[in-house]
């Protein structure tokens, strides 16, 4: 990840093209830098052409009068003068087809990382780095990964070498482009002062409007370093770069070392500044006593923040670390994340769609973002039963459309002549434990509690439900009292094989327990059905899993029963629209698309939101049923369903869902996947039904460990609930048990973290509930190094 | 605006840098083009260079055999080989110093569609044709503005010429991801096979995998169409489109047809479609009875959208009309539009934060976007009271958070010991016509009314206003019956001298209509008070005017003197907190940034929304005082504000939302507003509280038609509310008033839309209201050609 330190200034060189004088332009930074008593760290990573013309070369005969100063390097060189994944190629082909070893990009990235941790140990003084890349920002490096997204993990500070020539003014802006689509900082634009074409005129008034520096250096004689003309090229940087310490080169130099100033400063106020304006949601202010205490967040990659520690700094100068450091992301930044932070894909899709459209009001309007999300959510967790796409702009107000849709169309299915406060007194049917959004009226689907504010009102009946987990090793599903009363033996718990056995809710629709909870589900129904006055008008769930209400998986069977019990017509003359909440659990989240197939039920209207944007930004859609849809449907405006925020169906959030879907849809096949389902079908069993990107060994294991109540982990999600008598929300009992995670953790060797360099947790718990998920293509090693951390600190609570 | 006709299939010619062979594959696909029995048209709009290398002329040299189906033009030509907005320069200087007049770049977007659409009347079999631009795809053109920026209004689907040449992969990809910025449609990829550098091996995978299709073609000769080398040249293009027509160039062709042709039919099938997988917010889908009722945006850009129209492909074959026309997007996109469609500024911010952070989970963290965004929202709206920004995802959002703020405060600053139940029953105070959001609890802060769900329950006390209005050509207050009945004339309206009067609150506090208002609040206020089961715990108003309640202006006085008695200690042991929901009004929509400057009074709380975001994509803020934000503050978790959607504070909406207020800084200064100020103040007069874009003499002279009862207009909103016995949002009677709006109105004459086609007004009413509203820089030609229509329309209703 970033790497940023106090005494030593970074900068990536990025080329607008091949050939702009990128390393001209850098020897001469290098030595000004040098002229100025610095230590000077030069890094080409891949260096192509042949050897006699090797940039480390070039600046080590160039540096200047204090070139002692100067230590320049290469990690991997290749003799052809083209694009280095041809150069690897064509080295490949000289040796006659032998086949030549490429690093992956991971191992480059931490290469380049280890290259400059070194460096930053070595420089004791003020220090100034350069990494030059190869050709332009978008030129192939040794995978074929493009320049700006091989480095991107490493989120070094820019400085644009622009072009000089005709045409280089199109290549200087789209350059930058690139690199802003990545999120790079790009601090200057230096080129050189080409009086025919003027590039540098036009790009400095261009670049002032959009707050980038630009510097136009004097342009190098021709033929430069030729055998009779290094002494001309010599002569050449000592002009650009004089003793005097003055002139543009200078300037420049000085620019760099303003913006690397102001960064660490401006990261140093964050913590001040934001304690003093933001009101974060979900935080007790009043707990939050220390600057120490707020995360500040540089940047995001994969599924890792880079986080700054203003305290790196102070360590000890020989052993200097990086003031941004790795933190894995281990809630996926609150249950978003699909494909990781920052994918280039994503920000494509966002740009694309605020440059064609920007956002289009949609009441009776169209266009191809919104309609085709549309039509692939039907064939997708609408497949088989929904017939209507309805967008708003989160799980809550998704989940108020569905209350909407679910009352309306129950009174005009039961054909009833409602009064206002019979309306008003419409109630639900749900799970203890549920939690639908934080807007007042999903609350009110909801039974009160901590969650819940003044205007509550409790507009339901909620059961407790069995759940499912693993306790010392075992598949258990857990009832509760009124459940366990009903079975002969009294018994609260029912032991299973292997989950896919608890999730094979066809083969369980006969057994005894399904006896069971169908008796108690029919009688309990009913006798709510018998008041009157509070008429039952829909069953709400969210499937498989409880989030907010604390990671409670339910047991499918149970929630197959009620949609069953609600649907039948002897109890329930008019049919109760059904919901699925699925904004946590849908779209792969826990290794499947939606809950209706696993559940042998569909829903009439069910949510989607959070992964369907792929952790980028906020949107949701309503899926319905044509019997919901036609309950709004008439000659009359006022019947219509009048709901609809200002930005619904916003192009950039459909195009980004679109496109999330389209990698995501790339991601099911993929061997990740594979090899994870495969840990989970033992030997000789047919297909399982359910798996985990988390080991099943692991589970079992931690689920033994005696302060451990039970463990559970369906698709991305691991969570582990502590033994706790005062548990619940209000309880900090996994925070306090699992503080230690937060710290990088460095036992010396290279981490899973981009870069390898060691790397804390940012976690959420609920209670005494630690939760954990990853995004839909976290790399195994980062989910093992993970749980490898996990098993340490809980089972060395354990023994303590 | 778009131009897209069946017959003609239009592509625009973009580079991936200087000299990459653009004229001499245009050349090829022309002479294929050709060669495939098609009329071809190649329109080069500036040509720079030499005379005798000019495009137009190399393209009509090597047109091939059927030549004489080729149609070659420059619209404008500069001698010197550098990019075009420097050939200006140079032939200014070569002329002594002569200013060479440039056409800005409305005018040539201008020049370049009516040659277009002359083109597309001339071809009356099948047709093909290619716009060739300048240099890169961010040359500059002739006013300075880049390509692809240049162009955009006319929205083309594009050819981007690959470069061959080393570095040629990076200036291709870079290229290409600029485009996809603008939103335009890429479909097609060409370049020269060097098989060097091999750069088309490269970029057909990398395009391959991002569904974009790339051709290779073989290169030219070297020094082509030197004097030796004419007929070198011709070989070339011979053996390159060859009789037989076959080879990769007619493949290229192929394709290109093929992107026309599911163009089309894309366009075609879409209304259908979405018929049949969307359910539209806010619209009765029993009354949109036929596919032309289905409003197909293919794009936008300024204050326009592009809309599909299938009719248009059946005029008559000699005056054949684009299938894409312009339509003034004339609510700005409701209420959202800030800076106007598709501002490439927006675009960019959103790419930038998406590939720095995508999103990041915000609780107890922090990042520069929302730190940002939050301090200038102190230091705008919230200047002077708020010190705390809470962030969700739209108004009706903010509006829920803002009420569980004022909820809870006004419980913990009256020291009162709650029950439940009387915490359900706290009531809010407001206006009659108030509007805060479509969730159920922004709603219940509402009376009950057609918008209203079920669950609805009005807790609340709604004051019926006075109201501002120009009527007859006066400036009028309108009073209600509560309020007339206390003048001592009974009198129902009081007249003013201007806007600026009724607007300056200050100096009519000591009127008798201040008294009366005052006497009138005081009195009802009390009789509210002495319910002791129905506490009132928050006063909640949309300052100045209510929206979605009709357009309805309130005089400021009023709502000054409603807070004023809030806040009488001698009415209010408990201070009761002061809500300004300010989603629709706040951020210069009405002219000025928020309201309490001009009410004289602060809110304790407030929320912004809409224009926020510059009319991109979703979020809000809830600002807050101290006072507020300590009222949650304590040592127990439980006691924090729990409210907070996955996507709170989003990157990508605060890089938007900074970018955007960055833009409204400078548009605040601008001459457009200036001009539009100084058009409100009265000659002689000081500066005018209040102003409007919109004309003050055609306001006064539509509230003088007779079917007209009122209009008014602030800032960017126009209102025109007409007589109408069944008035309500049942109403249609300003939809059917104003139908024709829809259709463009062809007058033979240049429109104000870009590119100057004839244009209709998409526009939205509240049954008997109309309204209009204009982004924050929208052209004075475009809100007269409004007015006009306008005029036009209702006065002729008038006479008939």
Request: glycine letters at 8%; charged letters at 20%; hydrophobic letters at 40%.
């Given at each position: 990840?970033?790497?940023?330190?106090?005494?030593?200034?970074?900068?990536?060189v990025?080329g607008a093209n091949t050939d702009v004088g990128k390393t001209i332009i850098t020897t001469a930074l290098?030595?000004?830098?040098?002229?100025?008593?610095?230590?000077?760290?030069?890094?080409?990573?891949?260096?192509?052409?042949?050897?006699?013309?090797?940039d480390?070369?070039h600046?080590?005969?160039?540096?200047?009068?204090?070139?002692?100063?100067?230590?320049?390097?290469?990690?991997?060189?290749?003799?052809?003068?083209?694009?280095?994944?041809?150069?690897?190629?064509?080295?490949?082909?000289?040796?006659?087809?032998?086949?030549?070893?490429?690093?992956?990009?991971?191992?480059?990235?931490?290469?380049?990382?280890?290259?400059?941790?070194?460096?930053?140990?070595?420089?004791?003084?003020?220090?100034?780095?350069?990494?030059e890349?190869?050709?332009?920002?978008?030129?192939?490096?040794?995978?074929?990964?493009?320049?700006?997204?091989?480095?991107?993990?490493?989120?070094?500070?820019?400085?644009?070498i622009g072009d000089s020539r005709?045409?280089g003014?199109?290549?200087?802006?789209?350059?930058?482009?690139?690199?802003?689509?990545?999120?790079?900082?790009?601090?200057?634009?230096i080129l050189f002062r080409d009086?025919?074409?003027?590039?540098?005129?036009?790009?400095?008034?261009?670049?002032?409007?959009?707050?980038?520096?630009?510097?136009a250096l004097d342009p190098p004689?021709?033929?430069l370093?030729?055998?009779?003309?290094?002494?001309?090229?010599?002569?050449y940087?000592?002009?650009l770069?004089?003793?005097?310490?003055?002139?543009?080169?200078?300037?420049?130099?000085?620019?760099?070392?303003?913006?690397?100033?102001?960064?660490?400063?401006?990261?140093?106020?964050?913590?001040?500044?934001?304690?003093?304006?933001?009101?974060?949601?979900?935080?007790?202010?009043?707990?939050?006593?220390?600057?120490?205490?707020?995360?500040?967040?540089?940047?995001?990659?994969?599924?890792?923040?880079?986080?700054?520690?203003?305290?790196?700094?102070?360590?000890?100068?020989?052993?200097?670390?990086?003031?941004?450091?790795?933190?894995?992301?281990?809630?996926?930044?609150?249950?978003?994340?699909?494909?990781?932070?920052?994918?280039?894909?994503?920000?494509?899709?966002?740009?694309?769609?605020?440059?064609?459209?920007?956002?289009?009001?949609?009441?009776?309007?169209?266009?191809?973002?919104?309609?085709?999300?549309?039509?692939?959510?039907?064939?997708?967790?609408?497949?088989?039963?929904?017939?209507?796409?309805?967008?708003?702009?989160?799980?809550?107000?998704?989940?108020?459309?569905?209350?909407?849709?679910?009352?309306?169309?129950?009174?005009?299915?039961?054909?009833?002549?409602?009064?206002?406060?019979?309306?008003?007194?419409?109630?639900?049917?749900?799970?203890?434990?549920?939690?639908?959004?934080?807007?007042?009226?999903?609350?009110?689907?909801?039974?009160?509690?901590?969650?819940?504010?003044?205007?509550?009102?409790?507009?339901?009946?909620?059961?407790?439900?069995?759940?499912?987990?693993?306790?010392?090793?075992?598949?258990?599903?857990?009832?509760?009292?009124?459940?366990?009363?009903?079975?002969?033996?009294?018994?609260?718990?029912?032991?299973?094989?292997?989950?896919?056995?608890?999730?094979?809710?066809?083969?369980?629709?006969?057994?005894?327990?399904?006896?069971?909870?169908?008796?108690?589900?029919?009688?309990?129904?009913?006798?709510?059905?018998?008041?009157?006055?509070?008429?039952?008008?829909?069953?709400?769930?969210?499937?498989?899993?409880?989030?907010?209400?604390?990671?409670?998986?339910?047991?499918?069977?149970?929630?197959?029963?009620?949609?069953?019990?609600?649907?039948?017509?002897?109890?329930?003359?008019?049919?109760?629209?059904?919901?699925?909440?699925?904004?946590?659990?849908?779209?792969?989240?826990?290794?499947?698309?939606?809950?209706?197939?696993?559940?042998?039920?569909?829903?009439?209207?069910?949510?989607?939101?959070?992964?369907?944007?792929?952790?980028?930004?906020?949107?949701?859609?309503?899926?319905?049923?044509?019997?919901?849809?036609?309950?709004?449907?008439?000659?009359?405006?006022?019947?219509?369903?009048?709901?609809?925020?200002?930005?619904?169906?916003?192009?950039?959030?459909?195009?980004?869902?679109?496109?999330?879907?389209?990698?995501?849809?790339?991601?099911?096949?993929?061997?990740?996947?594979?090899?994870?389902?495969?840990?989970?079908?033992?030997?000789?069993?047919?297909?399982?039904?359910?798996?985990?990107?988390?080991?099943?060994?692991?589970?079992?294991?931690?689920?033994?460990?005696?302060?451990?109540?039970?463990?559970?982990?369906?698709?991305?999600?691991?969570?582990?609930?502590?033994?706790?008598?005062?548990?619940?929300?209000?309880?900090?009992?996994?925070?306090?048990?699992?503080?230690?995670?937060?710290?990088?953790?460095?036992?010396?060797?290279?981490?899973?973290?981009?870069?390898?360099?060691?790397?804390?947790?940012?976690?959420?718990?609920?209670?005494?509930?630690?939760?954990?998920?990853?995004?839909?293509?976290?790399?195994?090693?980062?989910?093992?190094?993970?749980?490898?951390?996990?098993?340490?600190?809980?089972?060395?609570?354990?023994?303590?």
């Amino acid at each position: 990840m970033s790497h940023l330190y106090k005494h030593l200034r970074i900068h990536q060189v990025f080329g607008a093209n091949t050939d702009v004088g990128k390393t001209i332009i850098t020897t001469a930074l290098i030595r000004a830098s040098a002229l100025n008593s610095n230590r000077v760290f030069y890094l080409k990573p891949v260096s192509t052409g042949a050897p006699q013309d090797a940039d480390d070369e070039h600046i080590k005969r160039h540096a200047g009068p204090q070139k002692h100063l100067v230590d320049a390097h290469c990690l991997f060189r290749y003799g052809d003068p083209v694009s280095p994944h041809l150069a690897v190629k064509m080295a490949s082909e000289t040796q006659g087809g032998l086949k030549v070893s490429v690093p992956s990009d991971e191992t480059f990235v931490r290469s380049v990382a280890e290259h400059i941790r070194k460096r930053a140990r070595v420089a004791s003084g003020p220090g100034h780095m350069y990494v030059e890349t190869a050709g332009g920002v978008h030129s192939p490096t040794l995978s074929g990964t493009t320049q700006l997204d091989t480095y991107r993990p490493l989120f070094l500070p820019t400085i644009l070498i622009g072009d000089s020539r005709l045409g280089g003014i199109s290549s200087t802006i789209s350059s930058f482009e690139s690199l802003l689509l990545r999120g790079y900082i790009i601090d200057a634009i230096i080129l050189f002062r080409d009086e025919y074409y003027r590039n540098y005129e036009y790009l400095t008034q261009y670049f002032a409007e959009r707050g980038t520096h630009v510097t136009a250096l004097d342009p190098p004689p021709p033929r430069l370093d030729s055998i009779e003309n290094v002494a001309n090229t010599e002569k050449y940087y000592s002009d650009l770069v004089p003793d005097t310490l003055k002139g543009d080169i200078f300037t420049a130099l000085e620019h760099l070392d303003q913006c690397h100033v102001r960064r660490i400063e401006e990261l140093d106020s964050m913590p001040r500044r934001t304690l003093d304006a933001i009101w974060w949601p979900f935080v007790q202010h009043g707990l939050v006593k220390t600057e120490k205490e707020v995360s500040v967040i540089d940047s995001a990659w994969s599924d890792f923040f880079s986080i700054y520690d203003a305290s790196s700094g102070k360590t000890s100068p020989s052993q200097p670390k990086s003031l941004l450091q790795p933190q894995l992301d281990g809630s996926a930044s609150w249950w978003t994340q699909a494909v990781g932070h920052a994918h280039p894909t994503l920000a494509l899709a966002a740009a694309n769609a605020a440059g064609r459209y920007g956002h289009i009001m949609f009441p009776q309007a169209t266009h191809i973002p919104a309609l085709k999300l549309a039509e692939r959510l039907l064939q997708g967790p609408g497949k088989g039963w929904a017939s209507r796409v309805f967008f708003s702009d989160n799980g809550s107000t998704g989940m108020e459309v569905a209350l909407k849709m679910a009352l309306r169309s129950f009174i005009v299915s039961s054909g009833l002549e409602l009064s206002s406060p019979e309306k008003k007194n419409l109630r639900v049917v749900g799970l203890k434990g549920s939690y639908h959004g934080d807007t007042i009226g999903a609350m009110d689907a909801c039974e009160e509690g901590v969650y819940t504010c003044e205007w509550h009102e409790a507009k339901g009946y909620w059961f407790d439900p069995p759940t499912v987990s693993i306790r010392q090793g075992q598949v258990t599903v857990s009832l509760p009292p009124a459940l366990s009363s009903l079975t002969s033996d009294q018994r609260t718990i029912e032991r299973f094989e292997t989950l896919s056995h608890v999730y094979d809710v066809e083969q369980r629709l006969e057994s005894p327990l399904a006896k069971h909870y169908r008796q108690y589900l029919n009688k309990h129904m009913r006798s709510l059905q018998a008041d009157d006055t509070r008429k039952l008008a829909a069953l709400i769930i969210e499937p498989i899993v409880m989030g907010a209400g604390g990671m409670i998986f339910v047991d499918p069977l149970f929630q197959r029963i009620m949609v069953d019990v609600v649907r039948d017509p002897a109890l329930f003359p008019t049919l109760l629209p059904v919901i699925f909440d699925e904004v946590f659990m849908g779209l792969y989240r826990l290794g499947f698309e939606s809950a209706g197939p696993l559940l042998g039920v569909n829903p009439d209207i069910s949510v989607n939101a959070k992964i369907l944007t792929g952790g980028v930004l906020p949107l949701a859609v309503t899926l319905a049923s044509d019997r919901i849809f036609s309950a709004f449907k008439s000659e009359s405006k006022v019947d219509a369903l009048l709901h609809g925020h200002s930005y619904t169906a916003h192009a950039v959030g459909c195009q980004v869902a679109n496109a999330t879907l389209d990698l995501v849809g790339r991601l099911v096949e993929s061997d990740l996947w594979v090899g994870a389902i495969s840990k989970w079908t033992p030997e000789g069993a047919l297909a399982t039904k359910v798996w985990s990107f988390w080991d099943p060994e692991f589970i079992t294991s931690i689920s033994c460990l005696d302060i451990v109540d039970e463990a559970m982990a369906l698709g991305t999600v691991l969570a582990i609930k502590f033994k706790d008598d005062d548990a619940g929300y209000a309880s900090h009992s996994a925070q306090t048990l699992l503080q230690s995670l937060r710290l990088p953790l460095d036992d010396g060797s290279t981490s899973a973290a981009p870069g390898g360099a060691p790397f804390g947790v940012h976690y959420r718990t609920l209670g005494n509930v630690a939760y954990f998920m990853s995004s839909l293509n976290t790399p195994r090693a980062t989910i093992e190094a993970l749980e490898d951390r996990l098993w340490r600190l809980v089972s060395s609570v354990q023994r303590s």
